[in-house]
């Protein structure tokens, strides 16, 4: 029969079948027969497609940049998209009517670049050039929400940005100035480190001076306390001989105390002596000599009588014709001397 043809659509690819403007079938992955006379056949692929993106854009300053990225979304609503925009095959059943279906990832782009063109132009080339992961969670939370989109039958499923670049001469421009920040703060660097090290060698050198002050302090405070302790024992000395020197003061003046009293009892006693005999003296003259001789041979001793006895028998010695002493009166004499 002429005319009549077969069509399969894959996983990926939601068909349409419309007969003189109804529609007969349509799902993902279906097949069937038809009449390319009077059946038109439409085809949306609703698997994820991606859309890099590249905007050359100005920043509130007037500085150039560009933002660089891709975008993933897929068409959640088959039939809406069909609606707005033409999806239908030619009769080959190959390829399409209209270039609608390729410029889908253009529709999407050219949204993503008119929410970071808005963003971009508020800001500073420097805040700009911050921006990367503002933009992504703006882009984000913008297409999700995108009216245009959503009246596709669009959904953005993923958005990222690479890269956001100056321009060739601003970009060497801020080179330049950040590699002289970046000299500058190897500089400040080098000179904090050395300011660091000095002033730990000048802590260093403070303690040092601390520590060896405190030495001295410690070395004096021995050598006073040494100095004071030869003060007490030099005050204990000075303490002791002083009281030393009064006892020997005071046992002086006890003994001439005792001496004067000795001296004075002496020459009392040998006044009292002195009496005594002067009176026994007075005495003596009164009396004849041979109650004297009597008184005195009457206090001697046996020895004493007998030395009185020769001694008068040598006074009378021409008067004694012959004296015989016999060996046991010269051994009576000698007795007492033995024992």
């Known amino acids: ?121 508020s800001e500073t080339l420097r805040a700009a050039l911050s921006l990367n992961q503002a933009l992504v969670s703006l882009l984000q939370a913008a297409l999700r929400e995108s009216p245009t989109l959503a009246a596709q039958g669009i959904e953005v499923l993923d958005v990222s940005v690479a890269a956001i670049k100056p321009s060739t001469e601003t970009a060497r421009a801020l080179e330049a100035e950040a590699r002289e920040m970046l000299l500058k703060e190897a500089d400040d660097a080098i000179y904090a480190r050395r300011k660091f090290a000095v002033e730990q060698e000048r802590t260093i050198k403070e303690a040092e001076l601390q520590t060896e002050l405190s030495v001295q302090e410690k070395q004096q405070e021995i050598h006073e306390s040494r100095i004071a302790n030869q003060r007490t024992l030099l005050r204990g000395e000075m303490e002791t001989a002083r009281e030393k020197r009064q006892g020997e003061i005071d046992a002086e003046a006890q003994r001439r105390e005792l001496v004067s009293l000795s001296a004075e009892n002496t020459q009392k006693q040998a006044d009292a002596e002195a009496y005594a005999i002067k009176a026994r003296m007075a005495a003596f003259t009164t009396l004849p000599v041979e109650n004297l001789k009597a008184m005195a041979l009457a206090n001697m001793e046996p020895e004493q009588m007998m030395a009185q006895a020769f001694e008068s028998l040598a006074q009378n010695a021409d008067k004694i014709g012959e004296l015989t002493i016999t060996p046991d009166l010269f051994g009576k004499l000698m007795k007492p001397r033995r024992s």
């Open 1 to 121: 029969m002429f005319g009549l043809r077969y069509f399969k659509a894959d996983s990926t690819t939601y068909a349409i079948k419309t007969v003189n403007g109804t529609i007969k079938r349509q799902g993902k992955g279906i097949s069937f027969f038809y009449n390319s006379a009077t059946t038109s056949i439409s085809t949306v692929a609703v698997g994820t497609q991606e859309a890099p993106f590249i905007f050359n854009l100005q920043t509130a300053d007037f500085q150039a940049l560009s933002v660089q990225g891709q975008v993933s979304f897929r068409i959640a609503d088959p039939l809406r998209a069909a609606e707005l925009l033409n999806f239908n095959l030619q009769q080959d059943g190959l390829s399409y009517v209209s270039e609608d279906p390729l410029k889908i990832g253009d529709r999407v782009v050219r949204t993503v670049q008119s929410i970071v063109q808005n963003r971009v132009q």
